[in-house]
């Protein structure tokens, strides 16, 4: 979709990246059969990070996509509904973790 994603990040070390309030993020595993576990959007980016550091784990990768226009949500959740689509097409099933599946993360002490 052409959005600009920062580098990638473990979230035990998502302070470091210094992620915007307003935005978009994608949270994966190296190594795993799915190229994403997660797509979500958020008004307070940082928050959401260290709330999924307990279901993902700390050696979960994640990226985030910082754009002006993105304040209102509405505008959030349709890049996100977008990207939810895009994966779904190439893929055939939703980021395991998506819609509240979290049962569907590996346990945390084997992330890493």
Not at 1 to 27: C, T, V
Not at 83 to 104: N, R, V
């Amino acid at each position: 979709m052409g959005l600009d994603w920062s580098d990638a990040f473990r979230l035990e070390h998502r302070l470091d990246a210094a992620p915007p309030n307003n935005g978009l993020y994608r949270i994966w595993y190296e190594n795993s059969d799915a190229p994403l576990a997660y797509i979500g959007e958020s008004s307070a980016i940082p928050s959401r990070l260290y709330k999924h550091e307990s279901v993902f784990g700390g050696q979960a990768l994640f990226a985030y996509v910082e754009r002006s226009d993105l304040e209102a949500a509405h505008k959030r959740t349709e890049i996100e509904t977008d990207l939810l689509g895009a994966y779904y097409l190439a893929i055939g099933e939703t980021p395991p973790a998506q819609f509240g599946h979290s049962e569907k993360v590996p346990p945390n002490d084997t992330h890493g």
